[in-house]
């Protein structure tokens, strides 16, 4: 049994067919990458698995349980941690308190603790700068934030929306390497990114969506020296 699948999943935005019957699976212990270009349904693909929007047709199960089209706190609380496109992080809010919102669900105030110390070793930067408001800190250290936040859930699946988005090279590569690490560590990562390179660098096995539909997968190995990729994503 796949940890997540997504069966023959349909989205509509209006009169806009997002997706057209995407399939696809992420195993436990897996980083799984699914790369695209503009427009092509990626963000849609992570939106249908923390039901924030409807799937209209298909069939998307965790842990072998049907998540299809619950709330979003439901899925949270089974343990599937999104950190959405453009970070959305509350910037005129503290360090500390985005990273609060992200433990919403819990009452225990030592787990809270305990799941701040956690974040604090993946993101040393953080602690130093927890009074600070969100939105005075860098690009690198907001997508920080954004995984922090999404951390505090303690998911076993992370959803990542282009965490490369808009960062220099050098902290695409330190933001990379704690997402290498958390994997490590035992946490299963769907990463979404338009930086194709880096992402099946990282990753296990790789799918390309194009137009709302899967066109290839594959070891990311194999992807990466695949001339139709190259010529489409690595360019
Ligand atoms: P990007 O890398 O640009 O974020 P993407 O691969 O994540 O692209 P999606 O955001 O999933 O693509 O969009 C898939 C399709 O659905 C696109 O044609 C887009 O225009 C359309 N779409 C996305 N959100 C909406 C919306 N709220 N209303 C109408 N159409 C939408």
Same mark, same amino acid.
């Given at each position: 049994?796949?940890?997540?699948?997504?069966?023959?999943?349909?989205?509509?935005?209006?009169?806009?067919?997002?997706?057209?019957?995407?399939?696809?699976?992420?195993?436990?212990?897996?980083?799984?990458?699914?790369?695209?270009?503009? $427009?092509?349904?990626?963000?849609?693909?992570?939106?249908?698995?923390?039901?924030?929007?409807?799937?209209?047709? $298909?069939?998307?199960?965790?842990?072998?349980?049907?998540i299809t089209n619950q709330p979003t706190h439901e899925v949270v609380s089974l343990g599937i941690g999104h950190v959405p496109e453009g970070r959305r992080i509350f910037?005129?809010?503290?360090?500390?308190?985005?990273?609060?919102?992200?433990?919403?669900?819990?009452?225990?105030?030592?787990?809270?603790?305990?799941?701040?110390?956690?974040?604090?070793?993946?993101?040393?930067?953080?602690?130093?700068?927890?009074?600070?408001?969100?939105?005075?800190?860098?690009?690198?250290?907001?997508?920080?934030?954004?995984?922090?936040?999404?951390?505090?859930?303690?998911?076993?699946?992370?959803?990542?929306?282009?965490?490369?988005? $808009?960062?220099?090279?050098v902290v695409v590569e330190q933001i990379f390497d704690i997402l290498k690490d958390l994997n490590q560590r035992g946490t299963t990562l769907l990463l979404v990114e338009?930086?194709?390179?880096?992402?099946?660098?990282?990753?296990?096995? $790789?799918?390309?969506?194009?137009?709302?539909?899967?066109?290839?997968?594959?070891?990311?190995?194999?992807?990466?020296?695949?001339?139709?990729?190259?010529?489409?994503?690595?360019?």
């Open positions: 049994m796949s940890f997540l699948v997504l069966e023959n999943v349909h989205v509509y935005y209006g009169g806009v067919h997002a997706l057209k019957g995407v399939s696809l699976t992420v195993e436990q212990g897996e980083i799984v990458t699914l790369i695209g270009a503009n $427009g092509a349904g990626k963000t849609t693909t992570l939106r249908a698995v923390c039901a924030q929007v409807k799937v209209r047709e $298909g069939r998307v199960t965790f842990q072998g349980r049907d910037s005129r809010l503290t360090v500390k308190e985005n990273l609060d919102i992200g433990a919403f669900s819990v009452r225990d105030k030592s787990l809270v603790k305990r799941r701040l110390e956690q974040v604090f070793a993946c993101f040393p930067r953080l602690k130093e700068r927890l009074n600070q408001k969100a939105g005075t800190l860098s690009g690198g250290e907001q997508q920080m934030l954004a995984i922090g936040r999404a951390l505090m859930s303690e998911p076993s699946l992370l959803l990542l929306d282009e965490p490369s988005m $808009g960062l220099a090279p338009q930086n194709a390179f880096q992402a099946l660098q990282l990753a296990h096995r $790789g799918y390309v969506i194009q137009n709302g539909e899967i066109r290839m997968a594959d070891a990311a190995r194999t992807l990466l020296e695949n001339e139709e990729v190259k010529a489409a994503y690595l360019a």
